[in-house]
């Protein structure tokens, strides 16, 4: 069946570094976009990060520029999130999500099931 | 950016009750809005999209409609199952943004 499955979660330092991944499968990664979307701890839900099905088109929601990248290897059917310089405020379930149509008006037809990154001291 | 807002942000409800979810952009966004649902400790389900499109598989008691800046859900009959929170989201240009959420609860 058409799944994403979110790893590489966890609980870091303020500062340090995380690799998320989810991968796909039940479907042809290559043809479809793909969206980082992440929950803080009761709050709602805020759009990161979105690659199209190429990998050549990136875009970010400004808090998180200049300190995550988003990329992709098609041949391994697997989404990346490298995050670097974690603060407190990045804390939450992050999900991947595929993008639904095409990635310049798309929304988020296939999600995974979440990976949690805490960032405390 | 595109800010969302929506209305109300809870609402207690009965089932077979009609409920209206009110979803407004700061700008013009065409028809390109997403209602999802989502569940306790679960990932948001796509509802509809683009504003009017129900997605396969969704039951036909939930419906949406609006285009420009002002778009709404409705539930005909509430179920059991359709107590959530449910979110709106633009997909008419980046950063994607979504409405804060209205959380159904049972009266």
């Known amino acids: 069946q058409v799944q994403l499955v979110e790893s590489g979660g966890g609980v870091v330092h303020p500062g340090r570094s995380l690799r998320l991944s989810c991968a796909a499968s039940g479907f042809t990664f290559s043809d479809y976009a793909v969206h980082w979307v992440r929950q803080a701890p009761g709050k709602g839900l805020e759009w990161v990060s979105l690659?199209?099905?190429?990998?050549?088109?990136?875009y970010y929601t400004d808090s998180v520029k200049d300190r995550f990248t988003i990329s992709r290897d098609n041949s391994k059917n697997t989404l990346y999130l490298q995050m670097n310089s974690l603060r407190p405020d990045d804390t939450a379930v992050y999900y991947c999500a595929r993008g639904h149509g095409d990635y310049h008006y798309d929304a988020f037809d296939v999600w995974g099931q979440g990976t949690m990154v805490t960032v405390s001291s | 950016d595109i800010q969302m807002t929506q209305s109300p942000s809870s609402v207690s409800a009965s089932v077979g009750d009609r409920l209206t979810i009110t979803c407004r952009a700061s700008h013009s966004i065409s028809a390109f809005l997403a209602w999802y649902q989502q569940k306790p400790g679960k990932a948001p389900k796509l509802l509809i999209y683009?504003?009017?499109n129900l997605q396969s598989g969704v039951p036909s008691r939930f419906s949406g409609s609006g285009s420009g800046t002002d778009f709404t859900l409705t539930i005909s009959s509430l179920q059991p199952e359709d107590f959530a929170t449910y979110y709106c989201?633009?997909?008419?240009?980046?950063?994607?943004?979504f409405g804060p959420g209205t959380k159904v609860e049972i009266k």
């Open positions: 989201q633009q997909g008419h240009s980046f950063p994607r943004t």
């Open positions: 683009p504003a009017s």
């Open positions: 690659t199209s099905s190429d990998g050549t088109s990136k």
